[in-house]
């Protein structure tokens, strides 16, 4: 779901060939309810808000906690920009309050220059992870942190915000 028309029209003309997937010019906040589940019950939701609005942080919680209540064996895979911590802190608190079964948290951070202006770290929540998905990022994300610091001190985690402490 996209509703910038240029955006939508790129990432329908993206997934044009492939039958598993769709793109809907509408605003992501009403599809999220209005598409799960979908008819095979099985599925993957990708959300992106723009969080050029920081009331995105504070809808994410309730509005996938909604979603889950709807279709709880659904995956849902939900990213986020960390320039500071009280957004993702906030969604972090509401998750962990929302009652959803499993919920796993990475974080990666590159420290970058004070004055560079670039997203310095970001974070991915899954709801309802693949299994020995959190084993993998454990594996994964203290490399990756490595190479895109540069030198510089990279941070990694991943934990649990509800379900298999």
Sequence with gaps: ???EP???AAVAARLERDHRAKAVAIDGWMALNAYVPPKERRG???IDPPYEDRTDFHR???????????WPTG??????????RVGPDLLAEGLARAGIAKVLRGEI???ADADSGQLRACGLVIVNPPWRLADELQRLLPPLARVLSQGRRGHWRVDWLAGEK
């Design 109 to 111: 951070q590159c420290e």
């Design 75 to 84: 995956i849902y895979a939900l990213w986020y920009p960390i320039k500071d």
């Design 6 to 8: 240029g955006a939508a």
């Design 1 to 3: 779901c996209e509703l």
């Design 60 to 70: 994410l919680a309730p509005r996938l906690a909604q979603a889950w209540r709807k």
């Design 44 to 46: 993957l939701v990708i």
